[in-house]
Nanobody, 126 residues
Framework: VQLQASGGGLVQAGGSLRLSCGAS????????MGWFRQGPGKAREFVAA????????YYADSVKGRFTISRDNAKKTVYLQMDSLKPEDTAVYYC????????????????????WGQGTLVTVSS
């Protein structure tokens, strides 16, 4: 599956952005989807993940209550709604996909994801 992330940009602290990640070339509903980010001088870190059906969702503690992950299997797209943005949210955001059976646990480690998008830059100014 090929992934294309979009929606990044420059926003002031307290603002909102919605990232999208469109998939092609695979059966989207067969993949768990995740968002990761890599800030300046930092290692890539987990942000959020959503199961194949959308019934299971995990968030990093740093974004819980501010970010919302969702998916539309008919549109082959996963979203990341980011509200109350902070300067420390500045990063390149990547979407990722892992092919899983329906009952598999939802992965949060980047090492478990097989397919990655190109990343989209989010810059939050103070």
């Amino acid at each position: 599956v090929q992934l294309q992330a979009s929606g990044g940009g420059l926003v002031q602290a307290g603002g909102s952005l919605r990232l999208s990640c469109g998939a092609s070339g695979g059966t989207f509903s067969g993949y768990s989807m995740g968002w990761f980010r890599q800030g300046p001088g930092k290692a890539r870190e987990f942000v959020a993940a959503i199961s194949r059906s959308g019934s299971t969702i995990y968030y990093a503690d740093s974004v819980k209550g501010r970010f919302t992950i969702s998916r539309d299997n008919a549109k082959k797209t996963v979203y990341l709604q980011m509200d109350s943005l902070k300067p420390e949210d500045t990063a390149v955001y990547y979407c990722a996909a892992k092919s899983v059976i329906l009952t598999a646990p939802l992965p949060t480690s980047e090492k478990l994801y097989e397919h990655w998008g190109q990343g989209t830059l989010v810059t939050v100014s103070s």
